[in-house]
């Protein structure tokens, strides 16, 4: 067993990629003591608005800020958190995470948006809309803070019951975006079916679109289909001005990448966007 639920079934699970299941009880024993110590921590990627030239939001980012091993990216550990039974607390605390962020900015006159990554199970129980009811209240947040990401790829059990349940997070002020778009299988179906404000088009569009037709024609393609059905564009992965230029002549809305900005600790953020000694390259939207 493995925390209180199974393994997907349908995927390699994690105990045959390490080697048994006595191995996958220690990723998880490990996992879970890491979580319960606050190891694990979040960082923080800018998102910009390609018109205005502003910071109007941040994705969170698991990290694991471990002993020995100094910091961990998701790779090691979030497949542990999110196919076991440590998914709905973690979720929770996500949510929270984000509410108490978004609250900090917003005592400093900034209205900019949390976006957290999110797993199915979060979503199908109904813990996320209950974090997210619980957060808004506990941190006085009446006013839309959060983006709720969903994978592309996500296989929802029932779609008709995960899109009713973002569509009351929608009724409660969040944003659902669709993340990583165009690398799973059932695009169109999702980006119709679900009740989404964003699309998020995946790092590898974006690679070479300066230089690429191909890539180009596929982003131009997902711009005009995001905005026929009223939803915004985000371009990820975004390394360099010429590939910002290019996206935004192109007329796509928002953009992430290392370009806009790394992944930063959370002090590290609330030093580069709110103290005013050094004011960062993009200024945070009031
Ligand atoms: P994602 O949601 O698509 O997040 C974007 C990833 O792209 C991040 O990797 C980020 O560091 C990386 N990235 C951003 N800009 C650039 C760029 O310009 N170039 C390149 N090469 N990479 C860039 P990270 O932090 O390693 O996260 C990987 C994935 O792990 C995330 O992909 C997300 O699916 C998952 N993840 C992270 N945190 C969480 C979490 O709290 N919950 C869940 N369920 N998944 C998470
Ligand atoms: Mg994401
Ligand atoms: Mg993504
Ligand atoms: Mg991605």
């Known amino acids: 067993m493995y925390g209180a639920k199974q393994l ?5 699970s994690f105990a045959d990629a390490v080697g048994g299941a006595d191995a996958t009880q220690d990723a998880f024993s490990r996992v879970k003591a890491a979580f319960e110590d606050a190891e694990i921590a979040l960082h923080f990627q800018p998102i910009l608005d390609l018109r205005a ?3 109007v939001g941040f ?13 961990l990216g998701p790779e090691h550990f979030i497949d542990v958190i999110t196919q076991s039974s440590l998914s709905l607390p973690f979720g929770r605390w996500l949510v929270d995470q984000a509410g108490r962020v978004a609250r900090r900015f917003r005592d400093a006159g900034h209205r900019v948006m949390i976006a957290i ?9 109904g813990a996320f809309i209950e ?4 957060t808004r209240a506990k941190y006085a947040l009446d006013e839309p803070f959060l983006v709720a990401e969903v994978l592309e790829a996500t296989q929802f059990h029932d779609l008709e019951l995960a899109a009713s349940l973002l569509q009351e997070a929608r009724e409660l002020g969040a944003k659902i975006a669709l993340d990583d778009f165009g690398t799973g299988i059932s695009s169109i179906t999702y980006a119709s079916q679900l009740p989404l404000t964003t699309i998020k088009i995946d790092r590898m569009a974006t690679r070479h679109v300066e230089v690429r037709q191909d890539r180009q024609q596929f982003i ?22 010429t590939q910002l230029d290019t996206l935004s002549a192109m007329g796509c809305d928002l953009g992430q990448g290392f370009h ?16 005013d000694d050094t004011p960062p390259e993009y200024p945070l939207k009031h």
Request: aromatic share 4%; no cysteine; proline share 3%.
């Open 8 to 12: 997907g079934k349908n995927r390699i």
């Open 53 to 55: 030239h502003e910071i």
């Open 59 to 71: 994705e969170a980012l698991a990290r694991w800020h471990h002993p020995i091993k100094g910091v």
């Open 117 to 125: 990554n999110l797993s199915q199970d979060q979503i199908e129980t």
């Open 131 to 134: 974090a997210l009811s619980a």
């Open 220 to 241: 131009s393609g997902i711009i005009h289909m995001g905005h026929a059905m009223q939803r915004s564009v985000l371009a990820e992965g975004i390394e360099t001005q």
């Open 260 to 275: 806009i900005g790394n992944p930063v600790d959370e002090t590290t953020m609330f030093r580069r966007y709110l103290s």
